[in-house]
């Protein structure tokens, strides 16, 4: 079954900590895999996704095929990171998106 | 900047009625997604339309839902009769040929059924 668990629905730290959100998938084949954000009051948009390999605002993550995980981190948070996080995927090839229930971080000052 | 627009942004109904909700995606974009998210979940998608085809239709409970896309620009999604358990908040979002994994989405339509 194709699936993606985020294991945390909230995330809490203070500034300038490390973070860290969590997210396994489950599916046959080799997916591809994204991270979307959701600020407060604005539509969801898509932060990165793997294939890119880039940093975005900060933020990294590295697929890791055997541990099917695709955790999202960030050295030093900030508090304008303060957002709900989804974690998604797609088969190769098809833009049919499968998306986690979410992690909503928060940063406090 | 180009976004995709959804309205109502706020419908609330009794239950058996019948609502509808409309987007306009992205100009120029070919695939248009309608997902419906309830609230605690992630995004799960209802329909998806290339052009004014239907690609993918398999969580869409069709003995109550319905989506069009008739001119391949614009679409609509209704619900009839609406259920006390279709309360979501239902997304509109599009995206460019070839550029995949990047959806564009809308603000949200939140149904309230009652």
């Known amino acids: 079954a194709q699936r993606v668990t985020q294991p945390e629905k909230l995330l809490s730290v203070f500034k300038g900590a490390p973070v860290e959100l969590k997210c396994n998938y489950s599916?046959?084949?080799?997916?591809?895999l994204f991270w979307y954000v959701q600020y407060s009051r604005q539509r969801l948009q898509l932060l990165l996704r793997h294939i890119s390999r880039e940093s975005i605002k900060g933020f990294t993550a590295d697929l890791n095929k055997g541990e099917t995980s695709f955790h999202l981190k960030k050295p030093f948070a900030q508090e304008e990171d303060s957002a709900m996080y989804y974690c998604a995927l797609s088969g190769i090839g098809t833009d049919k998106l499968i998306f986690g229930t979410g992690t909503r971080l928060q940063v406090f000052p | 900047e180009a976004e995709v627009a959804q309205s109502p942004r706020y419908k609330i109904t009794e239950k058996s009625q019948a609502v509808a909700f409309w987007c306009d995606p992205i100009s120029g974009h070919a695939t248009l997604y309608w997902y419906r998210q309830i609230l605690g979940q992630g995004p799960e998608l209802l329909v998806q339309?290339?052009?004014?085809?239907?690609?993918?239709d398999s969580q869409l409970p069709k003995d109550r839902f319905s989506a069009e896309r008739l001119k391949g620009v614009d679409s609509t999604l209704k619900i009839q009769p609406a259920e006390l358990g279709d309360s979501a908040m239902y997304l509109c979002?599009?995206?460019?040929?070839?550029?995949?994994?990047?959806?564009?989405f809308g603000e949200g339509s939140r149904l309230t059924v009652l």
């Open positions: 979002a599009s995206n460019n040929q070839g550029n995949t994994g990047e959806l564009f």
């Open positions: 599916y046959s084949g080799s997916p591809e």
């Open positions: 339309f290339q052009d004014e085809s239907v690609v993918d």
